[in-house]
């Protein structure tokens, strides 16, 4: 017998648990919000300037040590940390008043206490204060420009009431996992962008798959109450949207665990992303439509027959 | 749905092949490909620095820098301009901020001054557009005599330019006689040279020849007081102190103006003393410069002199004799790689200007490697757990999804090594993320299958219907994804670029092998066993 996540007559309310989704949406959403004013990410230092250094020490490290011995080169703050194994050890020294030239200084610095030990230095990244503002105002305008670019071809091939229901669920999914950045501190960097990215992509993948489903069953039920066909809808999709998450998660738990150190966070922030992603397409995307008044014969082309084009693109 | 003509069989079969065959390179080592028959497809993917190790710098021209010398230089000119018969009596010559300024006494030769003057504002050449000509500087008069040369914008942008090419060129040149790595150096912006030496394991070497200015200068030595005197006290006018290279540092007392200075050499390579054993470097002068070298050693014999780079006393050797050969020598106290390195400076020639590294990461080779084993394992465990996943889920239809991501994640390395594309961290990221998504095309159609099924349909109706109604849903939701990984990679840089592309490949050839190859297989499936229950 197949595996089969979601039974085949399965019909599950959800347009009814958008009484409980939306107050729990809004409030992680707000959640979120808070923690990202009043706490903040902690910004890696693509964003923020400053240097890390990975090492690897010959046996396991002292760290206590190395740390008095980075504390007495008066660098600021600076933290010291194991990084997967006990013999590698992750150096972050934040950045130095004095413009580019004293970043450089510093890993010159380090190497001195180093100096006659044996020690690898695996790995030595440095940003100066130019490129790290440059680069955050990249990484912000790369996630506006792709929800702006889907928004439009969403709006492009549905009705309204979808583009901005995609958005806004996608809206949520980010903010959800900034929130999650938030929450466990994590280092937030170029690839925590790329990986908020890729959950706008993979979310509204998610919707537009259950969207795509909705658009047919009002086509085909013209009769029916909205609520009816949303539910509908949802459940006829359900299968596939588990089915696909749990694929993808699976992948994505064997990088975790398996993808080494430096992408680890990246990998966790794209996991909570898809599991957020796969719950908002659910009990979000679609209750969305009602809240805007998508009437159940939207899709009929007689409806907007002076708007030729428009019934076209949906046709 | 499931017909397929035969020449498209062919041409579904032979893209799938295509991926193997441009795959499969990557399994050998450079060795072994040699022996391969030429036929064959021979390249490998190019690893991103962050699995291969490497170093990446960003510089930036130091702009200040520049402005404050070339205002200096500006300002010895306009001495000069204003000094020739009839002189132009003048006050308060300098450097003032980021403009050249000088007050003219007379006010009544205010306006002769600015005739005079006029032709250092320096025309650019570069103007191709006609209209307003443009000049490099902008000068100004004020009533009370006041003359100030200011950068024109259109001035400033026109040096960076040629001062970045031109830096470029130099940098080529050093990195090319060291001849570790292939690095690649490119512009960036306007004021910007990215520099990348992927297998690069002494970044701090690559950082070191490539960010020196290695401005070579030779400066008689002032011996009216010591280096100490002329710091507590003030040095007297045109002279200037600077330190030695060695630890401690020595101040010395020099002439301000050079008598010569690294542009006029033509070699320079490295020996080794044949008392000391030391290395040190032989330099010769182009003819010009000879003739310079030997008229001022013949002035000024038993008198030292500085060997200068980039403002630090590297020696200051006695003039013992006139040098008239044209050449000389440098010792002071090398390592063998350290003479060798300033031997390539100095036959690279100087850079125009300051550079500053404003960005740097450099990876050892062994997280590099480190990295690939994890990312190796990662993508197979991975996959392995989705293929079975997929046969679990469903059946022989499951199998058939399997092959079609395998026949992807080909197609996927496929691509990558024919375009030359990178691969980094991020990228293998982005592949194991496509390994999971990729079957999400094949979900939407079993799905959709199933469903018909169950309307009633019979099987091969079913399929057909299953196929042909999946392919909008997984063509918009692919396209959506296809945005995000377009504006990652227009607005995204190295690694995040990366994870793009990967991300971009893995979308097209997700559809093509979870839509088109799978479908190819189910029709092949159907044609021979002609099922009347769906085993799905």
Known sequence: MLLRIVPDNTHIKFMWLRKVSFPLSILLVIASLAGFFLVGLNYGIDFKGGTIIEIK??????????????????????????????????????????????????????????????????????????????????????????????????????????????????????????????????????????????????????????????????????????????????????????????????????????????????????????????????????????????????????????????????? | MLYFARWKIALIVLVVAAGILTTLPNFFSAKQLESWPDFLPKNQMVLGLDLQGGAYLLYEVDKQDYIQKRMKALVSDIRTTLREEPRIGYTGLGVQGEAAQVRIRDLTRLADAEERLQPLVNPLVSNLFGGQPVNEFEMTASDDGLIRFSYTEQGLEDRMAA????????????????????????????????????????????????????????????????????????????????????????????????????????????????????????????????????????????????????????????????????????????????????????????????????????????????????????????????????????????????????????LIFGALTVLQATLTLPGIAGIVLTIGMAVDANVLIFERIREEARAGRSAVSAIDAGYSRALGTILDANITTLIAAVILFQLGSGPVRGFAVTLAIGIFTTVFSAFTFSRLLVALWVRRRRPSKLPI
């Open chain 1, 57 to 315: 020490t010959d046996g396991p490290a002292d760290i206590g040590a190395i740390r008095s011995e980075l504390s007495s080169l008066n660098l600021g703050d600076v933290q010291v940390q194991e990084f997967g194994e006990p013999d590698d050890i992750l150096i972050r020294v934040e950045e130095q008043p004095g413009g580019e030239l004293a970043q450089q200084s510093v890993v010159s610095r380090v190497r001195t206490i180093f100096e006659g030990q044996n020690v690898d230095f695996r790995r030595v990244e440095v940003v100066g204060p130019r490129v790290s503002g440059e680069l955050a105002q990249a990484g912000a305008i790369a996630v506006a420009a792709a929800l702006l670019a889907i928004l439009f071809y969403i709006w492009f091939r549905f009705e309204w009431q979808f583009a901005v229901g995609a958005i806004l669920t996608t809206a949520n999914d980010v903010v959800i996992t900034v929130g999650l950045f938030v929450l466990l501190q994590l280092d937030f960097s170029l690839s925590s962008i790329a990986a908020v990215l890729t959950i706008i992509g993979y979310s509204l993948n998610d919707t537009v798959v259950v969207y795509d489903r909705i658009r047919e069953n009002l086509r085909k039920y013209k009769k029916r109450p909205l609520t009816e066909v949303l539910d509908l809808s949802i459940n006829e999709t359900l299968s596939r949207t588990t089915m696909t998450s749990l694929t993808t998660l699976l992948a994505l738990v064997a990088l975790y665990v398996f993808g080494g150190e430096v992408i680890q966070s990246f990998t966790l922030a794209m996991i909570f992303g898809i599991v957020i992603g796969t719950y908002s397409s659910i009990f979000l995307a679609a209750p969305f439509l009602i809240l805007f008044n998508l009437r159940a014969d939207a899709m009929d082309p007689k409806d907007d027959g002076e708007k030729d084009s428009d019934s076209k693109a949906t046709a």
């Open chain 2, 163 to 410: 001062i970045v090419q031109q830096s470029i060129e130099v940098i080529r040149r050093r990195v090319d006689e060291i001849g570790t790595t292939e690095p690649n150096i490119q512009r960036q912006g306007t004021d910007r040279i990215l520099v990348e030496a992927p297998g690069e394991n002494d970044p701090e070497r690559l950082k070191d020849l490539v960010g020196q200015t290695a401005q070579l200068t030779f400066h008689m030595v002032d011996t009216s007081m010591s280096g100490e005197q002329a710091l507590q006290n003030r040095p007297p006018a045109g002279t200037v102190v600077m330190m030695s290279v060695d630890d401690p540092p020595f101040p010395y007392l020099l002439e301000e103006t050079p008598l010569l200075s690294g542009e006029d050499l033509v070699d320079a390579q490295v020996t080794f003393d044949q008392r000391t054993n030391e290395p040190v470097v032989n330099f010769r002068f182009n003819q010009s410069g000879a003739r310079k070298f030997a008229q001022i050693t013949q002035q000024n014999v038993n008198r030292p002199f500085a060997i200068v780079l980039d403002d630090e006393v590297i020696s200051a050797p006695v003039i013992r004799e006139p040098i008239t050969g044209g050449s000389g020598q440098i010792s002071g106290n090398f390592t063998v790689e350290g003479a060798n390195d300033l031997a390539v400076l100095l036959r690279a020639g100087a850079l125009p200007a300051k550079l500053t590294v404003i960005e740097e990461r450099s990876i050892g080779p062994g997280l590099g490697a480190d990295s690939i084993e994890a990312g190796k394992l990662a993508s197979i465990i991975g996959g392995a757990l989705v293929i079975v996943f997929m046969i679990l889920a469903y059946g022989r239809f499951g199998i058939i999804a399997d092959i079609a991501l395998m026949a992807n994640v080909f």
